[in-house]
């Protein structure tokens, strides 16, 4: 029952792919995002603007704390948890990690596409959303790269982590 961790930057298809994972391996399915807002009653936007973002990245820790001891769980990882308050420690604890790897380009393509509103890339379009992107990666791999597990994006799939898994 060891736990699975999705990291990755924002719109790289973690809770779609944790969410199915937990179904195939009958694991609780759990997403940082959406746990933070039920346990604040306040939206992610609606946390970043009121509070700001430090304030966010607090909550993001203390949900993570509040995890460690739980088993049979996948979670999904907010773009940002890995790389704020040594986050990526208590991911690693946690259980086994995924980084869930994609360029730039597809990545700045997804979030366009993508209807989650995203406090950070709100507003942004076109190569403004694409320079983003890639400054944020360039700040934000060394931390996805300590997953214990780097898949490019034809092994985002469930079977392919199942057979990491053994
Ligand atoms: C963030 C990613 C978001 C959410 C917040 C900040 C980030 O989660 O936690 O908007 O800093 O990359 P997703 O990765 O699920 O979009």
């Not at 890639?134 to 597990?149: G, N, P, T």
């Amino acid at each position: 029952m060891k736990n699975i961790v999705l990291v990755g930057f924002m719109g790289c298809g973690k809770s779609t792919l944790g969410r199915k994972l937990a179904r195939k391996l009958n694991y609780r399915f759990l997403d940082s995002d959406e746990e933070i807002e039920r346990i604040s009653g306040r939206t992610i936007s609606g946390l970043f603007e009121e509070f700001g973002e430090t304030h966010f990245r607090e909550l993001e820790k203390e949900y993570l704390k509040s995890l460690l001891g739980q088993e049979g769980v996948v979670l999904s990882t907010g773009g940002g948890m890995p790389c704020f308050n040594d986050n990526m420690d208590l991911i690693k604890q946690f259980g086994t990690s995924f980084y869930l790897k994609l360029s730039p380009y597809e990545l700045a393509h997804r979030l366009q596409k993508s209807k989650t509103p995203r406090p950070l890339v709100a507003g942004k379009t076109g190569e403004e959303l694409y320079f983003y992107v890639k400054e944020m990666l360039i700040r934000r791999s060394d931390f996805y790269q300590k997953a214990d597990f780097i898949l490019s994006g034809k092994n985002h799939n469930v079977n392919h982590i199942l057979g990491l898994l053994g």
